[in-house]
């Protein structure tokens, strides 16, 4: 009994270090199947499904070496010491080898779903490993790196549908990303508090003050970028009404809970908590796809 318990402990372990709760990100991967206006279209569907199951694929495994090489920072870290490889319950080298096996298999697969969406999936892997190594290192550019894997997901969300990239889904994912980003950091360092360079050697470099500027900074770039889409002459020409500006609501209020959520409970490091435990916002979010769905397809 106490082997079957340890066997069950260590396979639940195994699934912790892949993170699945923060698979939640990718789902972004099918927001140019959503504006594309293919979301009953089965030849789009499926390989925008893959294209999801991949990202949560590599994306894994660039945690399982992130983790790897923080170990020790992480140990210090009231929250991150609990992880299975910061904690020691789980070694080094199978975390190591799992990642090869994760990130290859990704890669591959990803190349024979679309060629352009393979090379994706490769330059998102490299800047992964790249961030992991050094990036991270360096102020401003870490939380860009950061923001950047968003825009990849949204960017290759249009490639395995074979869709054409929508320059604001970009801009839109760019605010939208560095502003998730943002908040990370500033959750860091007030939960750190004098522990925070310790951890992180970036976070020294940074205050909530000025972390709070750049966030005031992305907040209104991701409204007017977000505006300036719905009323664009493409979109309404390509919609065929401009009622999708009466979605703006929903993103402004979910920005603005967001922040009251970083603020007051301090949620930023894990921004699935709140998209996947805040009432408030699962419910402006499932108003606001469902708003867009009737003005788009109706």
Not at 49 to 67: K, Q
Not at 173 to 191: G, H, N, Q
Request: net charge positive; proline share 4%.
């Amino acid at each position: 009994m106490g082997r079957f318990k340890k066997s069950v402990a260590s396979l639940l372990d195994w699934i912790i270090a892949l993170r699945p709760k923060q698979w939640i990100k990718n789902v972004i991967v099918f927001a140019g199947l959503f504006f594309a206006e293919d979301i009953s279209d089965v030849h789009k569907i499926v390989p925008a499904v893959l294209a999801f199951l991949l990202f949560c694929m590599v994306s894994s495994g660039g945690y399982l070496i992130n983790d790897v090489l923080d170990r020790k920072k992480d140990a210090l870290h009231p929250t991150k010491k609990l992880r299975p490889i910061a904690s020691g319950r789980m070694p080094v080298v199978p975390a190591l080898t799992l990642a090869g096996i994760l990130l290859s298999a990704g890669i591959g697969l990803s190349l024979a779903l679309r060629p352009a969406f393979g090379i994706l999936i490769v330059f998102y892997v490299a800047l992964t490993i790249i961030y992991s190594l050094l990036l991270k290192r360096i102020i401003i550019l870490d939380v860009l790196v950061i923001a950047s894997g968003f825009v990849l997901r949204a960017i290759g969300g249009t490639l395995a549908i074979e869709e054409a990239i929508s320059s604001w889904l970009i801009i839109c994912a760019i605010f939208l990303s560095l502003f998730l980003a943002l908040t990370k950091r500033r959750s860091e360092i007030i939960a750190l508090g004098e522990n925070a360079a310790t951890v992180r050697k970036t976070l020294a470099g940074y205050s909530p003050q000025f972390l709070d500027q750049m966030i005031n900074t992305a907040t209104a770039a991701c409204l007017i970028s977000y505006s300036l889409y719905t009323l664009d002459s493409n979109t309404v020409a390509k919609f065929g009404t401009r009622n999708l500006a009466f979605t703006l609501p929903f993103v402004m209020y979910g920005l603005f809970r967001y922040l009251f959520l970083v603020h007051h409970h301090n949620i930023g490091e894990s921004p699935e908590a709140a998209l996947l435990h805040d009432k408030p916002i699962i419910l402006c979010i499932v108003l606001y796809v469902g708003t867009v769905a009737a003005i788009i397809y109706l």
